[in-house]
């Protein structure tokens, strides 16, 4: 396959996308971090009628959110000042899983499976073989390196020598090392992929300040399609090299499939972003709120309020015994972060 013909992806051509927004702003001294000021969504009135518990409960969940005035204290801006955005996020999933779980009751109507994905910047859903940090002598050599592999590393990359260790599981073991490839990685459980989202949030490695805002993917799957084998929906055998996929209750989109499909027939996806209420805030550069700490620059308060808000999100996700290390419990990972855990924090010459 020819992957440089793909470059100019475009996710629409693969995606059906809707997007929910769930709107900060940074917290002033009796809410310091981060404030909700609401949720806002776009899209769902082209849903079908299996979805509108979404849209339902995005209504709800704005119910609960008065107009906020910069100049009043937090207590009075909002009807319940306990919102979070873990907990909203809560809501819109079990929103979304009751809607599905109704209308898959129904013989007359499509099932679908729901599974998730978290990413720490606003990224389109696209596979890593397309990504500009791999240049097109990778795409045109793709094959060749995993024949190569294949040759020098047999136990790595075909492990289980009583079967067909199967293409797709030599893609899974490059991307378990970070190699791009033509799968993106999903999970079943929506907390796993909160972790994903939320840990350890900089903004680094991201260009647009308008992509620095974490985001929450659910993919509708089509029961049709997730029981496809070598299909765009796709599970691989647990296996000792790479534990990851059972840890992270993983799955992948596989892109090698969708390439070829014609026509090609889309995903569903909800995104739920987390990005600052300009509407609340209104003129940026004059907002004494947003101002609070003279001389950073606009990207640097952006990075600070959703740095905020992952770090909530990743302590109450620790409260449910979700913790982002329990991800990765391969040999090398385990001794990174043991590592990690005891290097010092000052620098030592």
Not at 239 to 253: C, K, M, T, W, Y
Not at 274 to 284: N, P, Q, R, T
Not at 303 to 323: E, N, P, R
Request: contains cysteine; glycine residues 4%.
């Amino acid at each position: 396959m020819d992957y440089n013909t793909y470059k100019d992806y475009d996710e629409n051509s693969y995606f059906s996308n809707f997007e929910i927004q769930l709107k900060l702003i940074p917290g002033n001294q009796d809410n310091k971090g981060y404030q909700m000021t609401g949720v806002s969504f776009s899209g769902f009135d082209s849903f079908q009628d299996r979805n509108m518990t979404v849209k339902n409960i995005c209504e709800q969940i704005q119910s609960n959110f008065k107009p906020v005035h910069l100049d009043r204290p937090v207590l009075e801006n909002t009807s319940r000042s306990s919102w979070s955005v873990f907990y909203t996020m809560k809501e819109l999933l079990d929103g979304v899983k009751n809607g599905v779980t109704v209308s898959n009751k129904n013989p007359a109507s499509t099932k679908y499976a729901l599974y998730y994905r978290g990413q720490n910047a606003s990224w389109p859903t696209k596979p890593g073989i397309l990504r500009s940090k791999f240049n097109d002598s990778y795409r045109d050599n793709f094959k060749n390196i995993i024949r190569e592999l294949s040759y020098r590393f047999p136990d790595k990359m075909a492990p289980d020598m009583g079967r067909d260790f199967d293409e797709l599981n030599q893609f899974a073991m490059l991307q378990h090392y970070g190699l791009g490839t033509p799968l993106v990685d999903i999970t079943a459980n929506p907390y796993k992929a909160m972790l994903f989202m939320s840990h350890n949030y900089t903004g680094s490695g991201v260009e647009e300040d308008q992509q620095l805002s974490p985001v929450l993917d659910v993919f509708f799957i089509p029961e049709e399609i997730k029981n496809v084998r070598s299909g765009i929906f796709a599970e691989v055998a647990k296996n000792a090299s790479n534990p990851r996929i059972d840890a992270q209750e993983g799955a992948f989109l596989n892109f090698n499939s969708w390439f070829a499909q014609t026509p090609k027939k889309k995903i569903c996806k909800i995104r739920m972003k987390i990005c600052i209420d300009e509407d609340v805030l209104g003129d940026l550069d004059n907002n004494q709120l947003y101002q609070e700490d003279e001389g950073s620059t606009h990207r640097d308060k952006l990075i600070t309020l959703y740095s905020d808000a992952c770090d909530d999100i990743t302590q109450k996700l620790s409260s449910f015994c979700y913790d982002y290390n329990d991800l990765f419990p391969d040999f090398e990972q385990t001794l990174q972060h043991l590592a990690e855990s005891y290097r010092e924090r000052t620098v030592v010459s």
